[in-house]
């Protein structure tokens, strides 16, 4: 018997990506809750979709009542408990493990036992916060891209705990909101992760090693590859402290030195330099 969609879900997390995952659901029919730490992060989540939606208007790419509706079917809040009665529950939280823990043991305790409790991590093991919880059956991984709204695919991850019913659930979840979705197992990096990383990571090597400048690495991966854009204004769209976490994550799980992360790019984390979300990374915004 094919899984029903979901009616309602819930977005731990007020970044851009928890906008444009509420987004994505919301334009798929599903009614979205976004729940941040504070009411002004929670306007700042919704007023950032309703500006991007109505900038879609003001281009004539959608219809004012499309955006209309897709705006009334996203709201927010400030109580975890509100997200009592979601179907599925999508955490967009920083990435670290203690705090999804944490967050995963409190989501436990307030949503409906039948709810599905997904991750947006990029690279930790979803396995780590489903033991937290009394339903590891029913946490999986529903890993999206930045931006939501327009990147097409979905990692469906699949930790040893989860049940076939979970994994038809969320694959249910993902092509109602018109995404094509990959099943992976849940292993550092994932599908795209592990393979993309090493790549941006030497690529800041190649910079060290003075072969050529970032402006021309970019321009010949661009130009050579295809690539939609070249390495290092990939990093700073990612942010250089999410690239700096994943590289450690996958350095940690491998052992292999392709993931250890170069010395370029702690500086400029540690610089504060974290790309465009900072107006400066590699590149300056």
Not at 36 to 49: D, K, N, P, T, W
Not at 80 to 93: G, N, P
Request: charged share 25%; proline share 4%; glycine share 8%.
């Amino acid at each position: 018997m094919a899984e029903s969609a979901p009616t309602s879900i819930g977005i731990v997390g007020s970044g851009i990506m928890a906008a444009g995952i509420a987004e994505v659901a919301a334009r798929g029919g599903i009614r979205s809750i976004i729940r941040a730490r504070s009411e002004s992060s929670v306007s700042s989540a919704l007023g950032q979709i309703s500006g991007g939606l109505t900038r879609q208007v003001e281009k004539g790419k959608l219809e004012a009542s499309d955006r209309d509706r897709i705006l009334a079917n996203i709201s927010g809040t400030i109580d975890l408990a509100e997200l009592s009665d979601c179907d599925i529950i999508i955490e967009s939280v920083v990435e670290d493990l203690d705090t999804k823990q944490s967050l995963f043991r409190e989501l436990d305790a307030v949503v409906k036992p039948s709810a599905i409790l997904a991750t947006n991590t990029s690279t930790l093991a979803v396995v780590e916060m489903a033991k937290v919880t009394g339903r590891p059956d029913k946490v999986c991984g529903i890993h999206f891209f930045n931006p939501a709204a327009v990147l097409p695919l979905v990692e469906i991850v699949r930790p040893i705990t989860a049940s076939d019913d979970t994994i038809a659930r969320a694959e249910t979840f993902v092509r109602t909101i018109g995404k094509e979705g990959v099943h992976v197992l849940d292993r550092a990096g994932f599908i795209v992760n592990a393979l993309l990383f090493p790549y941006l990571n030497n690529a800041i090597r190649m910079l060290e090693d003075g072969t050529a400048s970032m402006e021309d690495i970019d321009t010949a991966m661009k130009g050579g590859c295809n690539f939609p854009m070249g390495p290092f204004a990939l990093l700073d769209l990612v942010g250089l402290d999410t690239s700096l976490s994943i590289l450690e994550t996958l350095h940690r799980s491998f052992g292999d030195d392709n993931f250890a992360p170069r010395p370029r790019l702690r500086e400029l984390v540690a610089q504060g330099r974290l790309g465009r979300k900072s107006k400066a990374g590699f590149y300056v915004y």
